[in-house]
């Protein structure tokens, strides 16, 4: 039909079109073919070059124009902007965005700080000699040398090896050369044998690459093609003059032109016939493919379409790799790095994590960047919503590649993947990008870190609604801090911590205490800031709280600003053992004391264990020791931190009890928290010499100074129920809570003399009623007050005891109100048996009421 012969016509034109291109670029590559024979230097000119050292080798235009790509590069990555402008103005003739602007088929080399890396690794290494009628194996030449491939050193020729290089060098680029045409003329004569058969039978023969061999070729050699990827073609020899006109068909056609193969592959090659002539340089030679060649006469144009009715699918993408087989590690790389894009997909979402060391080996040691870029940003994107055991194996994936390619492309390949996810929908992604920023804080530039992954990690601190993702954020910053080491972030390391803190999640305030704030409260104590800035800072905070909250107190800044305070509290006492005069008398040798295991708080976390910031158990037990010693007999002359500690910080936190609105109990349970802390961590020794006296003079607790008109003085703030319960309670030794028992009486005693609100003396009440453990306690202080011999005192008794049922009703009385004891004799009880320390003096009429309010009205 008058439609088939226009397709047939414009199929020709276009086969047409294709072979003129062909064979322009054949007329090309002889062209460049020749001009590198030219413009390479002479034997005898490098000899004397070689012998003269101060004459210097012309450069070439070619390694001019890759230098200068390679210093505009160096320019632009160090930010020399200015220069590289200037640099590209005085080389208009070259274009510095394209590689390939630098010559044809040139393989980029690496950078030039990789090069100057790698200079000191390039060395010859010398062989035995051998006979020269011996030859090398090619794994052996491979092995002994792997940077240049240089051929065997002869102690008797100290010229052939630098002979040798230049010639191999020559005959690589010649064989490189030589099979690029190859494959170009064996394209070229299948497109006649197309255009033929079009314009004689009218019909369409499809173009099949890869088609497996026939029977009429005599020999087919296996040669390996560089430009080609390093994968093996079959091609069948020209050998006109020795064999007769055998005809020049392609098996398997391998024409693209591989631009990733680096420099290294281009020199160590397999060297060409030629260069089997050099008896001082033999090569390695692969073995030869041989197939049996049929007694027939068919055309390739008939052959070639015989063939074609082969299924194969050499066409495709899948088919072409299946065709081509890799013959070196390298082209190993190249083939898993265009089919793993391909495969990812088509794995299992359950699986895919079996993918992942794969992919990371690939993305390690494939040669070409946007490559690598790809795969890595597959291992990013491998499942959709990973859960903790993909996230972890992905992020050991990071660390290992990390590990194995360094700062730089760390920088430059896996940031770039963060970046990228870090307002993806999914939170399981951005928590993933979250914990990379931690996992590979050790691996990263050290600017790297206090910039940019600092600025992410705020940005979804900020931004990000998800509880989880901003746990994890915290998180790395707390490792963050661990590396950083510019002075300048301190402040914004503060705001951050800040910003933590306040978090609404309880997931991100507690990875705060148990990550963040240890570790930046570590920097900042190498900074010399704990003392001087971090905690005069919170307490400040407070301090301005109290002031502003007349009116309603914030409480819960007050417990995110005073939990801070709590969590610094080890790093503190390290601070002061650290720098106490006594620390370079710290040496490990001999028996080491043991710790008690009840003498510090359980920790938060390890972060915040006293033994793991002094280094270890056994130092921390010797420091110990020492600062028992120090304290009990030599005093803090000289211990400055610790003088700041008792001087400072003390009458400071002691002043801010006293601002505290004793009706707030949630403020006095925290702040008995704090001082409970406190007190254990600095020891028995501290607590008795440095913070009970204090409080002691602040209290005065002497019947001089009762006062009937002093019913708003000391003893009616929180001072009263924080030193009871935090500072009093810290030890249970006998005498420890003898001291309590008397406190609590004396502050009875002078608020009833004293007309003063009981408010202090039932905050302290509550917060002890807490406790079981101290129930025996409060009602032996009861006691005191029934018995007392002013009415008043008895009075308060009354109260506390009213006031008591209510703070722990589990003990004494029953959900009716009644008194266990009395239920159970009845009518009368031993005093004793409801007041332990009481006198046993029986009271019938306490005992004839059934309500306990009665029978503290009929008492009194």
């Known amino acids: 039909s008058d439609d088939g012969n226009r397709e047939t016509d414009e199929r020709v034109a276009v086969l047409e079109f294709e072979l003129r291109k062909a064979k322009e670029t054949i007329q090309a590559l002889r062209a460049n073919l020749t001009q590198a024979a030219e413009n390479e230097v002479p034997l005898q000119e490098r000899k004397n070059y070689k012998s003269s050292p101060e004459i210097q080798e012309p450069i070439r235009p070619l390694e001019k124009r890759a230098l200068n790509f390679l210093v505009n590069e160096f320019l632009l990555k160090n930010s020399y902007k200015l220069t590289s402008i200037t640099f590209s103005d005085e080389n208009h003739d070259q274009d510095f965005e394209l590689w390939d602007d630098v010559g044809l088929n040139i393989p980029k080399p690496p950078d030039l700080l990789q090069l100057y890396r790698d200079f000191g690794n390039h060395h010859v290494a010398a062989k035995d000699v051998v006979d020269a009628s011996v030859g090398v194996e090619d794994d052996e030449l491979e092995a002994d040398t792997p940077i240049l491939g240089t051929v065997p050193v002869f102690e008797t020729a100290p010229q052939s090896i630098e002979q040798c290089l230049i010639v191999q060098k020559l005959e690589d680029q010649i064989s490189v050369l030589n099979s690029e045409k190859w494959s170009l003329m064996e394209q070229i004569q299948r497109l006649e044998s197309e255009i033929d058969l079009l314009k004689n039978e009218n019909f369409t023969v499809s173009t099949v690459y890869g088609v497996a061999p026939h029977p009429s070729l005599k020999q087919v050699p296996l040669t390996v093609s560089e430009d080609n990827g390093r994968y093996l073609d079959i091609k069948s020899s020209e050998n006109d003059s020795k064999h007769g006109n055998i005809e020049e068909t392609s098996l398997a056609l391998s024409a693209e032109v591989d631009s990733r193969t680096s420099k290294d592959d281009m020199l160590n090659s397999v060297p060409s016939k030629e260069t089997e002539k050099l008896s001082s340089c033999p090569p390695s030679s692969k073995a030869a493919v041989h197939f049996d060649k049929p007694n027939r006469k068919l055309s390739p144009a008939f052959h070639q379409a015989l063939l074609s009715f082969c299924r194969m699918s050499?066409?495709?993408?899948?088919?072409?790799?299946?065709?081509?087989?890799?013959?070196?590690?390298?082209?190993?790389?190249?083939?898993?790095?265009?089919?793993?894009?391909?495969?990812?997909?088509?794995?299992?979402?359950?699986?895919?994590?079996?993918?992942?060391?794969?992919?990371?080996?690939?993305?390690?040691?494939?040669?070409?960047?946007?490559?690598?870029?790809?795969?890595?940003?597959?291992?990013?994107?491998?499942?959709?919503?990973?859960?903790?055991?993909?996230?972890?194996?992905?992020?050991?994936?990071?660390?290992?590649?990390?590990?194995?390619?360094?700062?730089?492309?760390?920088?430059?390949?896996l940031l770039p993947q963060c970046w990228e996810q870090i307002n993806h929908k999914y939170p399981e992604r951005r928590l993933l990008v979250a914990e990379s920023c931690g996992a590979l804080a050790p691996y990263l530039p050290k600017e790297i870190r206090s910039s940019l992954v600092l600025s992410m990690l705020q940005q979804m601190l900020t931004e990000d609604k998800a509880d989880l993702v901003r746990e994890a954020v915290i998180k790395s910053l707390g490792i963050i801090m661990g590396y950083i080491d510019d002075p300048d972030k301190y402040q914004q390391g503060f705001e951050l911590l800040l910003s933590a803190l306040g978090d609404p999640s309880e997931r991100v305030v507690s990875a705060t205490h148990q990550v963040f704030l240890p570790a930046y409260a570590a920097w900042t104590t190498e900074l010399g800031n704990l003392q001087f800035h971090l905690i005069p800072t919170l307490l400040n905070k407070i301090e301005k709280l109290l002031r502003e909250g007349e009116h309603g107190l914030d409480e819960h800044k007050l417990h995110m600003y005073l939990s801070a305070l709590q969590s610094l509290i080890p790093s503190l006492f390290a601070l002061v053992l650290q720098n106490a005069p006594f620390t370079s008398k710290a040496k490990l040798q001999g028996e080491i004391p043991q710790i008690e295991v009840t003498r510090f708080p359980r920790p938060v976390s390890p972060l915040q264990d006293v033994a793991v910031i002094i280094g270890s158990r056994e130092q921390l037990a010797v420091l110990l020791q020492l600062y028992d010693h120090q304290l009990e007999h030599e005093g803090t002359t000289g211990w400055e931190t610790l003088l700041w500690v008792v001087n400072q910080l003390l009458p400071q936190l002691i002043e801010i009890v006293g601002k505290i609105n004793v009706a707030s109990t949630a403020c006095v349970h925290e702040f008995s928290r704090f001082f409970w802390r406190l007190c254990r961590t600095f020891g028995k020794i501290f607590t008795n010499t440095k913070v009970k006296p204090q409080f002691q003079e602040i209290l005065r607790l002497s019947e001089e100074n009762i006062d009937s008109t002093a019913g708003n003085g000391v003893l009616t703030k929180a001072t009263v129920p924080i030193y009871a319960t935090g500072v009093l309670t810290c030890y249970i030794q006998e005498e420890d809570r003898k001291l309590l028992v008397g406190f609590l009486e004396d502050v009875m005693t002078m608020l009833s003399l004293s007309h003063a609100p009981l408010d202090s003396l039932k905050a302290s009440f509550v917060e002890l009623g807490a406790n079981p453990a101290y129930h025996e306690l409060l009602l032996t202080v009861l006691w005191y007050g029934v018995v007392h011999t002013s009415a008043l005192v008895r009075c308060t008794a009354a109260r506390m005891f009213e006031f008591s049922k209510d703070c722990y009703n589990p003990c004494f009385w029953d959900h009716h109100g009644n008194c266990y004891s009395e239920r159970a004799s009845g009518e009368s009880k031993n005093a004793a048996g409801i007041f332990p320390g009481g006198p046993s003096v029986s009271r019938p009429t306490f005992f004839t009421y059934r309500n306990h309010k009665n029978v503290w009205k009929s008492w009194t």
């Open 314 to 413: 050499a066409d495709s993408r899948l088919g072409s790799e299946v065709s081509r087989i890799a013959d070196s590690e390298k082209s190993v790389m190249l083939m898993l790095g265009r089919c793993l894009p391909h495969i990812v997909p088509n794995v299992l979402l359950a699986k895919r994590e079996e993918l992942i060391p794969l992919i990371l080996c690939t993305a390690c040691l494939h040669p070409e960047p946007k490559e690598r870029d790809q795969l890595l940003h597959i291992l990013f994107n491998l499942i959709k919503r990973p859960d903790d055991e993909q996230r972890q194996m992905i992020l050991t994936g990071c660390v290992a590649f990390a590990r194995h390619v360094g700062p730089t492309r760390v920088e430059a390949e």
